[in-house]
């Protein structure tokens, strides 16, 4: 007999699976990352209907057996979706890459409710998707997925001499994520934070998202700062994100 599991969870992908089936990834609340058959699902009328769509929220009842990794998808009710987010470019792309990362850092059965309560975060701040915010949100969730998966480091530290930087002094952060103050600055790959951006980081790491993407000025360095991040996950990550192989096509 299987042992049934109730839980919320964000759907990270859904792939057809033979001429009736899909293979689904969810990103649950009570046991993390499952992946499982869902039944029937490529049918017309199939009961599973919109909710399996990447990052719809959904209540979800799966089956498991003992030393089988899939999964049986009972029950799959759709909470909320983000059809609306995912009807733009912008939207589908961050949508893409959100999806990405969760996969990417979240291991199978090892829930973390810290990134399932960022990932809600994310999703709200993105009804309003209008000029920069998109950008922003991306930015946030990146740093915040690098610090809970304990990759970001506070920048008020000189990782070489161990002093504290001042507050208005510029501190480097190498590609591999290690804070340098100038005297010891040695790596050449990495991005100079200025007294303005650690103000704004710091900010980040202490606001909720809509509040932070509402402050003045972060246009100037954002885009610069977006580019570390991505040579900075892709280190990490040993690998080049598949969103951003698209964006460059
Ligand atoms: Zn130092």
Redesign the pocket.
């Known amino acids: 007999m299987p042992q049934w599991v109730e839980t919320t969870a964000y759907v990270l992908y859904a792939r057809p699976l033979g001429e009736r089936d899909k293979l689904c990834s969810f990103f649950t609340q009570r046991t993390g990352k499952v992946r499982g058959v869902a039944k029937g699902a490529r049918r017309l009328h199939s009961r599973f209907g919109a909710s399996l769509e990447p990052l719809s929220e959904v209540r979800l009842w799966y089956g498991e057996r003992e030393g089988q990794e899939l999964v049986t998808i009972g029950q799959c009710e759709l909470i909320e979706s983000v059809f609306d987010i995912g009807s733009t470019p912008e939207g589908e792309q961050l949508i893409h890459h959100l999806v990405e990362l969760v996969d990417e850092f979240c291991p199978p059965h090892q829930p973390n409710d810290r990134i399932y309560r960022l990932l809600r975060a994310i999703l709200s701040s993105l009804r309003v998707v209008e000029g920069d915010r998109a950008r922003l949100l991306k930015l946030y969730f990146d740093v915040w997925m690098l610090r809970l998966s304990g990759f970001f480091p506070s920048l008020d530290r000189?990782a070489?001499?161990e002093?504290l930087v001042p507050r208005n002094e510029a501190i480097f952060l190498t590609i591999e994520g290690r804070p340098?103050?100038v005297?010891?600055q040695s790596a050449v790959r990495g991005i100079i934070l200025s007294p303005l951006m650690r103000r704004d980081l710091r900010a980040l790491l202490t606001e909720p998202p809509d509040r932070w993407i509402a402050r003045a000025g972060m246009e100037a360095w954002s885009d610069q700062f977006v580019e570390f991040l991505r040579q900075f996950l892709s280190h990490v990550l040993e690998k080049e994100l598949k969103t951003e192989r698209l964006q460059e096509l």
Request: proline share 0%.
């Open positions: 000189c070489e001499c002093a340098e103050c005297a010891c």
